[in-house]
């Protein structure tokens, strides 16, 4: 069973910063992060490719977010910057095997990814 560990969440005030690390126990082929606001369905915002030179990301975090991947150490990062207090939610880390054809960055719908950390809480006061 694939493990995946988010970490550094916290509460932060608007436009402040803020850098999420996924642990993954393996190599995987397609990461990213997804996030969930309370009655929201959940946002894939950043996709990376195998060997993190193919990024993607959602409108909503555009110019905000950096998504890259230490493969060395499997480890995933978010860095997301000028935070406001609709960036609040639980962000999840998000990972797959397969490799599509339109590659791993291409993918942003939660029905891509088999395999999920338990989420980290971030949290925008204004």
């Known amino acids: 069973q694939v493990q995946l560990v988010e970490s550094g969440g916290g509460s932060v005030q608007a436009g402040g910063s803020l850098r999420l690390s996924c642990a993954a126990d393996r190599f995987i082929e397609c990461m990213g992060w997804f996030r969930q606001a309370p009655g929201k369905e959940r946002e894939g915002i950043a996709t990376?490719?195998?060997?993190?030179?193919?990024?993607s990301y959602a409108a909503s975090v555009e110019g905000r977010a950096t998504i890259s991947r230490d493969n060395a150490n499997n480890t995933l990062y978010l860095r997301l910057n000028s935070l406001k207090p609709e960036d609040t939610a639980m962000y999840y880390c998000?990972?797959?095997?397969?490799?599509?054809?339109?590659?791993?960055?291409?993918?942003?719908?939660?029905?891509?990814?088999?395999?999920w950390g338990q989420g980290t809480q971030v949290t925008v006061s204004s």
């Open positions: 990376i490719s195998p060997g993190g030179g193919s990024t």
């Open positions: 998000a990972a797959d095997f397969r490799l599509p054809a339109d590659g791993c960055s291409a993918r942003r719908s939660a029905s891509d990814y088999n395999y």
